[in-house]
């Protein structure tokens, strides 16, 4: 099946951004849940997110970022700038509740956005549409949608990253061969 | 239940290292399984992996690298190198399979390997008895099972990295917020 090669960079699909959409929920929910506290609570040090954390910010993403944003693309296109996203909000909110209650809220979250995104039809001259963005300007639906599914694979790059960090001096010899203790902490999606 | 912080670097602890490694196969099923191919058999150009290929590679740490090596320490200590792991030798063997089918060997053999580490019952001292690598000389069971589960991540991590890449130009200005189109490709697991 992979007798072919596609090197070619994909143009945002609004089919393949919402299979990719669909598919993070379980993903998480598949590594984290019922994991021992000692994986999911650590974080990287100081001023950075544990995989609890990064959970809380998926949820926040849902309530206030991508579905908001692209009601507002759709209803005031650039005539009104977006919400600046706080990353921090979710994070202090979610601090009562389970890592396993988080998982339930973050899947529930996104199933209600893909329904709304899916009934919504956008054409493509829908996908044109601009917005604007408060530190970026002027963006496009189908950027939006686009960064909505990378900002999933951001999250999950840093879950991994963070994972593997509690275990960078257990190891041993092999650091040098595990690409992900290499990588420096770059995430800082807004 | 995220009241209590834990900023200090883990030990290899085996529950811990198991709890991991058992959920790899079903994180990566819930992620791909089925995803249209254009996310899956993509790479990130010459010479890279598609998602595609580092299940293959994965399949073929089960079967050449892991549990035979932890067996080689056990059986051999230092007196005998372990074979040198040929990273792209499933992913030729793989090319007439379906993904689907990628990810139904790889859970299997995961789980035939983690029934093989229970059954031996590993007690502290075995976990400290070293084996030779054939680059980086001496190291330790406890090294080698550490250094699984932070293989895992770090293929997750390249897993994340490759379909965001998909995406870097459609994301449009959000490329500079997503963490994941920073990180430079870093991933060389042996």
């Known amino acids: 099946?992979?007798?072919?090669?596609?090197?070619?960079?994909?143009?945002?699909?609004?089919?393949?951004?919402?299979s990719l959409l669909t598919r993070t929920p379980a993903a998480l929910d598949a590594l984290l849940r019922d994991l021992p506290e000692t994986w999911t609570l650590r974080n990287e040090g100081e001023k950075t997110m544990s995989a609890f954390d990064v959970v809380g910010h998926l949820i926040n993403g849902e309530r206030t970022n991508w579905m908001p944003r692209a009601r507002m693309i759709?209803?005031?296109?650039?005539?009104?700038?977006?919400?600046?996203?706080?990353?921090?909000?979710?994070?202090?909110?979610?601090?009562?509740?389970?890592?396993?209650?988080?998982?339930?809220e973050f899947a529930g979250l996104r199933s209600e956005s893909l329904d709304e995104l899916r009934a919504l039809n956008l054409r493509k001259e829908d996908l044109e549409r601009r917005g604007r963005h408060p530190a970026l300007g002027a963006v496009t639906l189908s950027e939006l949608l686009a960064s909505w599914a990378a900002?999933?694979?951001?999250?999950?790059?840093?879950?991994?990253?963070?994972?593997?960090?509690?275990?960078?001096?257990a190891v041993g010899p092999w650091k040098r061969y595990l690409g992900v203790l290499q990588c420096a902490g770059h995430s800082s999606p807004k």
């Open 151 to 169: 900002h999933d694979m951001t999250h999950l790059h840093q879950i991994s990253r963070i994972m593997a960090h509690q275990y960078r001096e």
């Open 1 to 18: 099946m992979a007798a072919f090669e596609l090197r070619s960079i994909m143009e945002q699909n609004l089919e393949h951004t919402i």
């Open 74 to 104: 759709l209803q005031f296109g650039e005539t009104r700038e977006f919400e600046p996203f706080d990353r921090w909000k979710q994070i202090r909110e979610s601090k009562d509740k389970s890592l396993g209650q988080l998982l339930d």
